[in-house]
């Protein structure tokens, strides 16, 4: 079966440290990859997101890192402020399954004041 | 432009009956899939439906079915339910302008069978 494996589980940072999350996959159709921030009693939010030909990509104090040989991509929250406080999850689809996201077991990520 | 709506937010059921949940999907977006999220679990695929055909199936029983309207809103049905469907049901739509997996979520009918 198509998985995506997430770590941590869960992990406290203090505000303005880096929450590093990591997330591993098997299928090498797979062509994008988001994150995907939700708090409690929300859907799931897109965050960012990385095609497989560029290994970095950032948009504020968000960053992704993708190693296309290892099939690992990473999220890097820089400055983590306490509204920053969710569960993030990783995913992955393929255009040639129609788009249909695998998503990670999601990291709770509590950033303490 | 509205976002992706759901309802009921919440419901409880009975083991063995049977429940209906709706989605509307953004404006413009003509693809709707559904998702189960089981508690403190990443959400898992459903079906999808486009154009009001399924376009995709994962790994649910037959009792999990489903539909799509002509304004692409979307029913979720669920048959002779057990205790293991209590979950989160997320709908999410998408439109063929959509870069990949970007699905754009409701906030979810949450579903706890007795």
């Known amino acids: 079966q198509q998985q995506v494996k997430q770590s941590p589980q869960s992990l406290i940072v203090q505000k303005g440290g880096i929450s590093i999350i990591n997330c591993a996959y098997e299928?090498?159709?797979?062509?994008?990859f988001p994150w995907y921030q939700q708090f409690p009693g929300k859907g799931p939010a897109l965050l960012i997101a990385?095609?497989?030909?560029?290994s970095e990509k950032k948009e504020g104090r968000f960053t992704i890192s993708f190693n296309k040989s290892a099939k690992q991509f990473s999220l890097h929250i820089m400055d983590s402020q306490p509204g920053d406080s969710a569960t993030y999850f990783c995913?992955?689809?393929?255009?040639?399954?129609?788009?249909?996201?695998?998503f990670g077991g999601g990291t709770r990520v509590l950033v303490k004041p | 432009e509205t976002g992706v709506t759901q309802s009921p937010t919440h419901l409880i059921k009975t083991r063995g009956q049977q429940v209906t949940l709706r989605c509307s999907s953004q404006?413009?977006?003509?693809?709707v899939s559904w998702y189960q999220q089981a508690l403190g679990q990443g959400p898992q695929f459903i079906f999808q439906?486009?154009?009001?055909?399924?376009?995709g199936r994962g790994n649910f029983p037959p009792r999990f079915s489903g539909l799509q309207f002509p304004n692409y809103s979307s029913e979720l049905n669920v048959n002779a339910l057990e205790l293991d469907d209590s979950a989160l049901y997320l709908c999410?739509?998408?439109?063929?302008?959509?870069?990949?997996?970007?699905?754009?979520f409701g906030e979810g009918s949450r579903l706890t069978v007795l």
């Open positions: 990385i095609r497989p030909d560029v």
């Open positions: 999410a739509s998408s439109s063929p302008r959509s870069k990949g997996g970007e699905l754009f």
């Open positions: 439906y486009y154009r009001e055909e399924e376009n």
């Open positions: 404006s413009g977006h003509n693809t």
């Open positions: 299928n090498t159709a797979f062509d994008y």
């Open positions: 995913a992955a689809s393929s255009r040639a399954a129609g788009n249909k996201l695998t």
